[in-house]
């Protein structure tokens, strides 16, 4: 459905050359939620931008629906376009038009008749569950609603292919939840390619099938999503995972750790468990192998595409040198040990 070929994306400043894109590879089939995760400045943007050639690339493929778009004359291109979806942050809808109204705009350059331009807008009302709010203007709705009629318009003229620009960015997490249910009800309901990019985690986990890194304009890493999530091929996979899984010190505890230790400290830990270790009884063998006693802080295990993975963060009195067998252990079997600060023994109880 969408096939990038060794695409590149330079822009030319007085004093230098800037690689934006550097020699992109990637496929998205048919019924697929391809995610592109990056930091800002990684060249998400323009990616996504080239694949319906908003962006002109420097060199290299863009493959779309079977025509290489880098090829066609601006009429083709135009024709090319209309089975190319896309939807944006901030909505871009007409502020003067009613929600119907929106939906209807990319068709009324069409030939369809006001009744064949009916009969594809409610379907879509129905399916983005906005039919009670057909006749409401852009400023009576809610942010989700606004996304939720962006995603019609993008439906309007029956794409094969649909871009997500950072969609979810505006929108609080629960209204955010649901625009990703949306966009996966319309993958599996009219099995089209979805291309989304975005800057969180939390987005790739709910909503996509693959994922692929975007660093400095390089893909760096390209996995299914479980796959991704289990085994971490580099360290901005690996960064970006821990991140998404991280969990912060309650303030209370937060307001006593110390950067160093002494005598009167116990070390705070804090475990990073992928699946081949999230299902083991790690705190079990470091009390029982290692003499250890355990304060479990905080804690949480979840499945991401079946594979179980969590975090943890433990208190740990014992010894030095069995505190520093236990942690060997843990990197022994996969278990990512890390020490984040040390607690005075006054704060941390192991009674």
């Not at 550097?22 to 496929?27: G, P, Q, T, V, Y």
């Not at 705070?268 to 081949?276: E, M, S």
Request: with cysteine.
């Amino acid at each position: 459905m969408i096939k990038l070929q060794k695409l590149n994306k330079n822009y030319i400043t007085p004093d230098s050359t800037i690689t934006a894109l550097d020699d992109i590879n990637l496929h998205v089939l048919p019924g697929e939620i391809f995610g592109i995760i990056g930091k800002s400045g990684a060249g998400k943007s323009t990616l996504i931008r080239c694949v319906n050639l908003l962006e002109q690339p420097t060199s290299g493929q863009i493959i779309v629906n079977g025509e290489d778009l880098t090829t066609l004359t601006p009429g083709e291109l135009r024709r090319a376009r209309r089975k190319i979806g896309m939807i944006f942050q901030h909505f871009n809808l007409l502020s003067s038009r009613t929600v119907y109204d929106n939906i209807a705009f990319p068709l009324e350059l069409s030939s369809l008749s006001t009744q064949e331009m009916k009969n594809k807008i409610m379907p879509l009302l129905e399916l983005t569950g906005l039919m009670d709010k057909r006749n409401h203007y852009p400023a009576q709705l809610s942010g989700g609603q606004k996304q939720r009629v962006a995603i019609a318009r993008a439906l309007a003229s029956e794409p094969q292919v649909l871009l997500c620009d950072e969609a979810t960015s505006a929108l609080d997490p629960e209204t955010t939840n649901s625009i990703l249910q949306l966009l996966r009800d319309i993958r599996d309901k009219l099995n089209i390619a979805i291309l989304l990019i975005t800057h969180e985690m939390s987005v790739i986990k709910a909503c996509c099938d693959r994922v692929g890194i975007l660093e400095n304009g390089k893909l760096i890493e390209e996995n299914e999503v479980g796959e991704f999530f289990a085994y971490p091929k580099t360290e901005t996979a690996k960064n970006f995972i821990f991140s998404s899984l991280s969990q912060t010190l309650a303030p209370t505890l937060q307001q006593h750790l110390l950067a160093t230790a002494n005598e009167n400290t116990h070390p705070v830990l804090r475990l990073w468990f992928l699946p081949d270790t999230a299902n083991q009884p790690i705190i079990s063998q470091l009390i029982t192998q290692f003499g250890l006693r355990i304060n479990i802080l905080q804690g949480n295990v979840e499945y991401i595409k079946k594979h179980a993975m969590g975090i943890m963060l433990v208190a740990i009195d014992g010894e030095k040198n069995q505190l520093q067998a236990g942690i060997d252990h843990l990197k022994r079997i996969g278990v990512n040990a890390e020490i984040i600060g040390h607690v005075t023994n006054d704060i941390i109880s192991f009674i």
